[in-house]
Each structure stands twice: as structure tokens, then as C-alpha cells.
DNA sequence: TGATCCACAT
DNA sequence: ATGTGGATCA
């Protein structure tokens, strides 16, 4: 049996609002941890991965896993039905037929119940590798998706590259080519020394030696080695070699990335990873509702300036069209961070004060 | 002739906005009294009556009753000329051939005069049973725009149910049901305790003796008896029975409303109650313009909260696209009130400060 | 079917 | 006061 009640629908609807354009139907899987889904777009170039804590909500429970089958037009409209600031209890059987949703407003004298049916889907669980990224980016969420809104009017497709002297946003267009260079803001590098980490599960140093080094689909963790960060800028310029050299080729190279059958017995990333993050946001279900905070209360940092860390000189090219999709979540978030590394999927990702929403977009090959 | 003087044009505005997708043609009945209009929407399920008083008016005078036909378009189109605080003239010769007109500009400075032409109507006089309701529901006008809209994107109806526990709202729908229970505000219930009673002509308490008993077409006052608040809640759980074994079973329990000819004698509802109630509003053609009055100048209770009344648990099922359709009114008036009994057509009303805005429908039989 | 305008919600 | 969504008009 779930039961999990949110302080404020707002994050629900923004969350839908997110994803429902990538995809239709997906498994909401609820378990002690929280809730999260995992979803590939219809072409299989991006995968979506949502994730809410169980901590972020006002009140959690759920007593075994349950794989909640949403048709995610349905639970859209079933949200639209919802004012921003209700409260918002989700409930569901143990056979996951209905989940139940319902809306409080915050004086009580209005309390309205959706029931909405639940689909079987089939979920091979995703299996995302566990990157360790060259470089990571974390900037204004506003600013990325006007810069991807921008770039979308030249051309079909954006090569980010990361370099010691900032990162660029080049799309070359028939009608015009256009590049932006976003440099690290001094200021911004300080005050995002620990996004990530503190109000989430990032985990973007040490800890090596969790990585199971030996697989063949190798799975680190997603980071950037600090102990690195501009030693390697010399090698910019040729991007790729460096990866593959190292014998680190991804087994989704290919720009696809694989299902994974379910008794595989290798956990996702989210779950595995929040196991060990437990401890943090130790406040967030003592439910302050917070008026007007729009975005979200996760961080205090509150806005500006760009934050570049890097081991590596990184150069990929990417399909617009699903950039400035994903740039929708900027509803949940004021700050995206971008995780790249050469012939690796893009992952980018907006936290917010009760999880996360992470994007993996596979490269386009031959830099085309 | 008709002569009326109107404070503010953008009434007339609304009111047309409100029911131009309802009705195409109707009379405009002018007679001492005001103005009134009374129509069937095209598929005779739903009724819409608008009453323009003539205290309601900054200057009102009408030698003898006039029908003016007016097709509501053009009507719509002429008005759309107007400016919403233009002082608005209306003007007629006993022919009723020609509707004029007048806007002037509150500093007199603009004069713009515009002649519509009129149309023969046929206009049998609509029977609307005076009705003994069962339950009455005033909540904001605002927020019942905004359940029947959100009940409307899941399913055609909905059904609409009072009991001691408050009034709910609910629909299926193929993806999703959904219910809304608004409960009794204390504070509400005070402050419409005699909403619809000094400011429009309810009459919702008293006067027993007005009903004509034993007609075959009982005509009765719209009222719900205090007196029996609260008394009969027992009763609740099934519909109807207790209406019909009162033998008052309506002769429009069909679910249609029956135009009745001319000659037969009875008095529209409006016409009959507004003879008693002419002591009321007296200050009304003062025309203080009210800057800024947007929806209207009528009740000094401003807001908020739901009341409800009620003598007996009803519970009734209505087409949804007619509600969204009456909801269309809340720009004239803050407040709605709904009037309800089982197995009896459902009132809508809308009132403002120059008269009100009343629509019939015709529940759902079998409650489907 | 698309664009513009109005209204509601935040 | 601004932004989003709905409704209306071309």
C-alpha cells in the first residue's frame, strides 16, 4: 500500500508538464526509498529518470514495492485538476489497478478525490551506466534553455564543448550559425563547490573505490575528479580518442541505450545511490509550505553565474529537438547541471526539493 | 417606447457573452417591469432566463410591452462598440422594429448611436415551475467555473450530490474519476443567510400559502423552507422517491421544459415575483458609475465560502458542457447559487446588480 | 487550423 | 504584475 502526501501539487503538475511530451506511458515505482520512474523517449535516444524521495514528501509510506502503470496524458489531466498549492495524498493498492489521487486545499473546506486507472507496462529496467563524467557544467536553468531555445531556431543540432576556457554552445544553421560561450563565473564555482552533493545524491567526488572496475558494462560513479579538474586541458581538440583509449568505451556508444531484464540483479543508479544518501535533507518532510516559493526549497544558492568543472576537454554534439524538451524542467529547478564526457550520453539534471529529474541524451556520432 | 438607460454598458456586454452560445435568437420582453428574456437552448434541454429590472436602470420608461426580437449575434457584434463603462441607451418604438443604441462616454464627449434591426420571434412563453427546491448551494462563482471545467475533462457528466456532509461534484470518465465535496463554511452560511432574499427576489423562506396547491402544474415558490433544515437528512441515499411519493412528480420530469401558449394565463415566474418584491433596490438607479466595479455593484459579501441549505439529501446527475456553458456568467456576478431537487431541473443563478441570470437544466434520467 | 485576446492563477 | 490556459475570431 503507497501512501504519500505531497505539500504541494505544483510539483507534481511541473514534473508532468516535464515529461509527458517525451513519454506516454511509464512505471511510477514506489518503494521505502520514494518514487521513480524510468522511461525511454518513443525513438530510444533519451532517457528520462525521475526520482522523489521519500523524505521529500510531508508523509511516505509504502510498505512493498509497487510499479504504478501511468498513462502519463491521464495523470496530466487528472492534475490539471489540482490548484498549485494543494496538498496531495497518492494512494494505491498493493495490486496497483487505481492509484488515487487526492487533492486538500490548505483550509480543508474543498477536498476533491481522482481515481485513475493504472496500466500494465512493461518495464525492463533501464540500465544506466554509472558515469564518470569529464566534465560538469552547472548553470541557470534559464539560461540553458534560452540558449537551447535560441540555437533550436538555427539548426537541428548543438555541439557543447567544454574546454579550460569555458563552455560553448555551437549550432551551425543554413541560415546562420550561432555559438555562445558561457565562462565559469568565480563566484559561481564557490557557491556550487557542493551542488549536488549536499541536496542530493550527485556524488561527484571521492568514494573510487565504489566503482566496480572490472565489469564489462563498468559502472562508476557519477563524477568528476576534482583531484584532476584542469591537469588534462592539454589534450583539447580531438575529442574522443582519450575515452577509448583508456578502454572505457561504453557498451551504449552506439547512442542507444540497452533494457536491461529485471533479474539482472544490478540495481539502478537512484536506488543504489540513495541508500547510501539517507541522511540528507533531514528537514524536508517536516512540510514548511513555504508560500510562494515557486521553485522549489531545495537550495539556497539561489541564482547566476556558471560553474565549470572539468578533467577533460570534452566536445559532443546533440539533437536540439530533445535539449529544449528537457528544458521544460526548468519549472522544477533554477539550476541544471549538465555531466558530460566524450561518446558518452549527455546527462542533465534538475534538482529540486523533493528529488530529482535526470536526462541521458546520446551523442550524435561522426559530429554531424 | 421603450426608453432605457443603462450605467454601464459592459453589463449588457456580458450578459450577451453569457448566453450568445446558448441561444441564437430571443425576445427581449420590455415591459414596465424591466426587461426580460426567456429561451430554450437549441436542444430544449436547457433554459436560460435573464431579468434586467427596471430599478435596475440609471433611467428607465416603458409606455406598454414590447417584444423586441434580436438575434443575439448582431446584437453581440453592436455591443462589442461599446466601451464597458460607456453609458448605454436603449431605444425603441412600440413597432419593435429597431433596436438603437447609444453609447456615451462618461464625459459626454463621444456619442456613438448604432441601429440594430429586429426580427419576429416567435416566443410561445416558456412554463417555468415555480419550484419548491430541496437544496440550495451558493459558493463562489469562480470556483464553480473551475470544477465543472475540470469534471469536464474527464467525463460528459456529473453528478451533483447535497447531504449534511456538504455538496459534491462527481464524474466518470474514462481515464479517471473524479468528485470534489465542498463542505459548509460557518462563516459562509451566515454570510449568505439572506443572499438572493434582499437583493433579488428568491424568497426563500415563507409564504406557504403563495403555492397553488392543487394545480396539476404546481406552482410554487423558489424557495427551500428553513424551517425544515436540517430535519430530513435521514432521507438521504436515494433519489427521488420522495419527491415523487409527495405527488408533486413535475409535468417536466422528462427532462424537457414545455413551452406553454400565450393564452394560457400563467405568469412567468419572474413577472409574478417581481410584482411583490418592487420595494427592493431602491437606491439602484441612483447610478453611482462605481469605477472599477467590475462584476457588479449588488452584494457587499464579497467572497469566499460555501453555504449550503438544504431540506433533503438530493442527488442528481447534469450534462457538463452545459454547465461550463452557464459558468460563463460568473463575469457578471461573484457569486452562484444552485438550486436543487430530485428528479426537477437544476437552477443556476447568477445575480447582479440590475437583475439576474437563471439557467434550467433538465437532470440526467437514470442517472447516467 | 492558427493566431489573437481575455481571464484565471500564481 | 506576470505567465499560462481557454475561448474566440480570421
Redesign the pocket.
Known amino acids: 500500500m503507497l501512501e504519500a502526501r505531497l505539500n504541494e501539487a ?1 510539483t507534481l503538475k511541473r514534473l508532468l ?1 516535464a515529461i509527458k511530451e517525451l513519454v506516454q506511458d511509464a512505471n511510477f515505482e514506489c518503494n521505502e526509498e520514494g518514487i521513480s520512474l524510468q522511461a525511454m523517449d518513443n525513438s530510444h535516444v533519451a532517457l528520462v529518470s525521475v526520482k522523489l524521495e521519500a523524505g521529500g514528501f510531508r508523509k511516505y509510506r509504502c510498505d512493498r514495492p509497487i510499479p504504478l502503470g501511468v498513462n502519463l496524458g491521464s495523470l496530466t489531466k487528472v492534475l ?1 485538476c489540482a ?3 494543494d496538498i496531495c495524498v497518492l494512494k494505491a493498492t498493493d495490486d496497483g489497478d487505481v492509484l488515487s489521487l487526492t487533492y486538500e486545499a490548505r483550509n480543508a473546506d474543498r477536498i476533491a478525490e481522482y481515481d485513475m486507472k493504472l496500466m500494465d507496462i512493461d518495464s525492463d529496467t533501464l540500465g544506466i551506466p554509472d558515469t564518470d563524467y569529464e566534465a560538469r557544467v552547472t548553470m541557470p536553468a534559464a539560461e540553458f534553455t534560452r540558449i537551447v531555445r535560441d540555437l533550436s531556431n538555427l539548426g537541428e543540432s548543438v555541439r557543447i564543448e567544454v574546454s579550460k576556457e569555458g563552455v560553448r554552445f555551437a549550432s551551425d544553421g543554413e541560415s546562420a550559425n550561432g555559438n555562445i560561450l558561457l565562462k565559469q563565473t568565480e563566484a559561481a564555482r564557490e557557491r556550487y563547490r557542493n551542488y549536488g552533493e549536499e541536496d542530493e545524491d550527485e556524488d561527484v567526488e571521492m568514494k573510487d573505490e565504489d566503482d566496480e572496475e572490472g565489469g564489462s558494462k563498468k559502472k562508476t560513479r557519477s563524477k568528476v575528479k576534482k583531484e584532476k579538474v584542469k591537469k588534462e586541458d592539454g589534450d583539447e581538440g580531438e575529442e574522443g580518442e582519450e575515452a577509448e583509449a583508456n578502454g572505457e568505451a561504453e557498451d551504449n556508444e552506439d547512442g542507444e541505450f540497452k533494457a536491461k531484464s529485471d533479474d539482472e540483479g544490478e540495481e539502478e543508479v537512484s536506488d543504489s545511490e540513495e541508500k547510501k544518501k539517507k541522511r540528507k535533507r533531514p528537514s524536508a518532510s517536516n512540510g514548511k509550505p513555504k508560500k510562494k516559493a ?1 521553485k522549489s526549497d531545495d537550495d539556497d544558492l539561489p541564482a547566476g553565474g556558471v560553474s565549470i568543472e572539468m578533467t577533460q576537454h570534452v566536445n559532443l554534439t546533440f539533437s536540439l529537438k530533445y535539449l529544449v524538451n528537457f528544458s521544460k524542467s526548468s519549472t522544477l529547478s533554477d539550476t541544471v547541471q549538465l555531466m558530460l564526457k566524450n561518446d558518452v550520453p549527455l546527462l542533465v539534471s534538475y534538482t529540486f526539493g523533493q528529488g530529482h529529474i535526470r536526462y541521458y541524451l546520446a551523442p550524435k556520432i561522426g559530429d554531424d
Open positions: 505544483a508538464d490539471k490548484k498549485d498549492d515557486k
